[in-house]
């Protein structure tokens, strides 16, 4: 099965909101990550949102802020397509959306089992984001710089 990628639209957001919350890796210990959490038409309006699918399903999506500093605020992945090599597929989409608007560093706040991807993805871990609220475990920071 062949994947596309689009710009989500709010009107997307069911389904996207599905996905994120089906993802087991959000589950258990991560599960306060997303506790009272939703995703926004204000986010579709001002973030870039795209979606992976096929056959009118969604199968992942990433949002990156680019107002202020620029930043992957949401990156998931379908379990049933974890494996695929979609995230990485994913994540060079929003690599290449970033670059396209000039953009040369994308900040990466990640949850810490994420954290082998995004360094074969090829971003430098910066630091850490210490716990807060209902986040009770640290979160690598990474920023993904791009040349030329």
Known sequence: ????????????????????????????EFAPMLDGYSLTPEQFARDIVVMAEAAGQALGFYSLIIEGEPELDLMFVADATQGTGLGARLFRHMAAEAKARGIDAVKIISNPPAEGFY???GAERIGTKRPKGRITWSQPIFYLRQTG
């Open 119 to 121: 360094r074969r993805m």
């Open 1 to 28: 099965m062949s994947e596309t990628f689009r710009r989500a639209t709010a009107a997307d957001l069911p389904a996207l909101d599905r996905l994120m919350r089906g993802v087991s890796a959000y589950h258990g």
